[in-house]
């Protein structure tokens, strides 16, 4: 079995405690209606009980740092996916080329920001 | 000589061979889950007004399967704990109080996805659609067959049998637990 600190349950059940009340903030924090409060609480808040699952529940904080590494080449791996399209799929045109099916959905939505700010 | 499995030894890394396959696998499904979620955001980014369809997506339901999933991760863990204590009825129930989260989840995710196709949004209605039903299928699937692994895993720990093996499942399942408090706000919330 491998080795680590000894944690019992009562441990774990706080920690639980803690998820729990994060994630009942997370529902609460969007409710408000604040575009930045939302951003920091659905998403912010799901960040950190990521990371409290991940050195708690799975034990990173106790864990080889190859695992750490292992784990942080694949995000960055995703970063780099998401940087290298990015700029071209989040696009509906550039110089020489015009993605036409997504600048007709862009046009027939285009009064949709303008009226939900009403 | 007797035989001993090579998933019970440690690797040249110093780390159990089979909790570094399970940390390798987790690696990949970042990789698989990043790759689907990055795609979604590019497109919910460049699309705002998919907000007219994410708005339809069951708040409720989402809340619920996360409490279950969260429930379940702190039942994995205490399984885990009582594993390394060679308790190995209390560990049993645990695995199998986790294994009753994941039917709960898949169940609510049933009910909610009966309500939306009956409601006409399906795979192919939409884009987002078609993000929200990929992207919460094939975590629905990693559900599946983490509660699968389970059962087995749980007959073997009570023959007291790979204890060890415990440990390797609660490091899937809190990663399936992970991808879900990511779902969650990006399906449900940004609405």
Known sequence: ?118 | MSFVPDATKRSNTGIMTGKLAVWWIVGSEIVIFGGLLGAYIMMRLKYDFWAEQSAFTNTMAGAINTFILLTSSLFIVLAHHYAEKKDHIRCFIYIWLTIGGALSFLLVKSLEWASEIHHGYTITSHLFWSFYYTAAGVHGLHVIAGAIIMVFISFDVLKQKNLHRVENIGIYWHFVDLVWIFLFPLLYIAK
């Open chain 1, 1 to 118: 079995m491998s080795e680590h600190v000894e944690h019992g349950p009562r441990h774990y059940v706080k920690i639980y405690i803690v998820l729990l009340v994060l994630f009942v903030v997370s529902l609460i924090g969007p409710e408000i209606g604040i575009r930045w409060l939302t951003l920091i609480t659905a998403f912010g808040i799901a960040v950190v009980k990521a990371l409290l699952v991940a050195s708690h529940f799975m034990q990173l904080n106790i864990e080889k740092k190859l695992i750490w590494y292992v784990l942080i080449s694949m995000l960055l791996a995703c970063v780099v996916f998401y940087a290298g399209v990015a700029p071209d799929v989040m696009r509906a045109e550039g110089e020489n080329w015009k993605n036409t099916s997504s600048l007709k959905l862009i046009e027939e939505h285009k009064n949709y920001k303008a009226e939900s700010e009403h």
